[in-house]
């Protein structure tokens, strides 16, 4: 399992400190609350890693995780936080579209986001920076045991008849349901992301 074994390696407050651009990345993105922190804790099955934070007004962290693989997982700062001032929302947000267009060694995108408020504008500013550039990206609709089963399935389908808009070639944006309260979704998601690697 390409999750289970990443280990915690180090958070970095700016993007000028991320480690220099060798080994592949996976960038994790959503909406502040959106679930992200669970999700990454569920998936890689520690909770000591990331940090679930009650105070999201906080300086936000860039955290990076390394899987066996040498590749590595990259926790985004959350965005959309309404408490937050609006000159370091604005920040935050100059800070990921940065990384989103320019980072070569970015090699996929996880977008989490909650299942009853999907796609929000910044979830598609997100898409619009990422999309462009072909890469795959896999969209997390958590915290699905909130939702009916029918009513889930039915974000499923609305999610997934909205992300052709950003395709740029067939297949590039897959989606998936999840919650970290039931653990499911874990497999579909590992191989959503086995696939963006080499083999
Ligand atoms: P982040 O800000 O995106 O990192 O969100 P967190 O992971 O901190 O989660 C925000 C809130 O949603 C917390 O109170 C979590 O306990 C809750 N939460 C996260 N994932 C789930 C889920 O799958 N199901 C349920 N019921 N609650 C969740």
């Given at each position: 399992s390409l999750f289970r074994h990443a280990r915690f390696e180090i958070s970095i407050a700016r993007p000028q400190d991320l480690p220099p651009p060798d080994g592949a990345e996976i960038a994790f993105a959503g909406r502040s609350n959106a679930g992200k922190s669970s999700a990454i804790n569920t998936l890689v099955g520690h909770t000591r890693l990331a940090f679930v934070s009650k105070t999201p007004g906080r300086t936000q962290l860039i955290n990076i995780f390394r899987m066996n693989n040498g590749a590595a997982l990259v926790?985004?700062?959350?965005?959309?936080?309404?408490?937050?001032?609006?000159?370091?929302?604005?920040?935050?947000?100059?800070?990921?579209?940065?990384?989103?267009?320019?980072?070569?060694?970015?090699?996929?995108?996880?977008?989490?986001?909650?299942?009853?408020?999907?796609?929000?504008?910044?979830?598609?500013?997100?898409?619009?920076?990422?999309?462009?550039?072909?890469?795959?990206?896999?969209?997390?609709?958590?915290?699905?045991?909130?939702?009916?089963?029918?009513?889930?399935a039915q974000t499923l389908t609305l999610v997934k008849n909205r992300l052709p808009k950003w395709q740029v070639r067939p297949g590039q944006i897959s989606v998936q349901l999840f919650s970290s309260l039931k653990k499911a979704g874990i497999e579909e998601a590992e191989s959503a992301v086995e696939g963006w690697m080499a083999p």
């Open positions: 926790d985004l700062p959350g965005y959309g936080y309404a408490q937050v001032p609006e000159a370091v929302r604005k920040q935050w947000v100059r800070l990921l579209e940065n990384y989103l267009t320019r980072r070569t060694n970015l090699i996929g995108l996880i977008l989490i986001m909650d299942s009853r408020h999907p796609l929000t504008p910044l979830d598609q500013q997100m898409l619009d920076w990422f999309a462009p550039s072909g890469r795959p990206i896999h969209v997390m609709l958590t915290k699905s045991d909130k939702l009916t089963r029918s009513a889930s």
